[in-house]
Nanobody
Framework: QVQFVESGGGLVQPGGSLRLSCAASGFTFGFSAIGWYRQAPGQQRELVAT???????NYADSVKGRFTISRDNAKNTVYLQMNSLKLEDTAVYYCNTYYYATDYWGQGTQVTVSS
């Protein structure tokens, strides 16, 4: 079955950096678009970035110029490089794909930006 395992979250100061990883299995990863989403406490889950099978990328306006999504098809892994982190980036970050008419999500990884 489709599975995602996110990692790389943690506590970081404002202005710092983190790189999140999302290891995928159970589907044709190389042919699938993958997204990173996040959900802050009391907020709705929101799109952060997506990458298509052809490596086209899309970003939320709030992270443009600071975050970079990439993929390594040989490792079935998607990355999210997050630079210049802000307090408002604090959230649980999730991987997602839409496969055979079903949304699949990982368990998430917590990112906390705090001084």
């Amino acid at each position: 079955q489709v599975q995602f395992v996110e990692s790389g979250g943690g506590l970081v100061q404002p202005g710092g950096s983190l790189r999140l990883s999302c290891a995928a299995s159970g589907f044709t990863f190389g042919f699938s678009a993958i997204g990173w989403y996040r959900q802050a406490p009391g907020q709705q889950r929101e799109l952060v970035a997506t990458i298509t099978s052809g490596r086209y990328t899309n970003y939320a306006d709030s992270v443009k110029g600071r975050f970079t999504i990439s993929r390594d098809n040989a490792k079935n892994t998607v990355y999210l490089q997050m630079n210049s982190l802000k307090l408002e980036d604090t959230a649980v970050y999730y991987c997602n794909t839409y496969y055979y008419a079903t949304d699949y999500w990982g368990q998430g990884t917590q990112v906390t930006v705090s001084s």
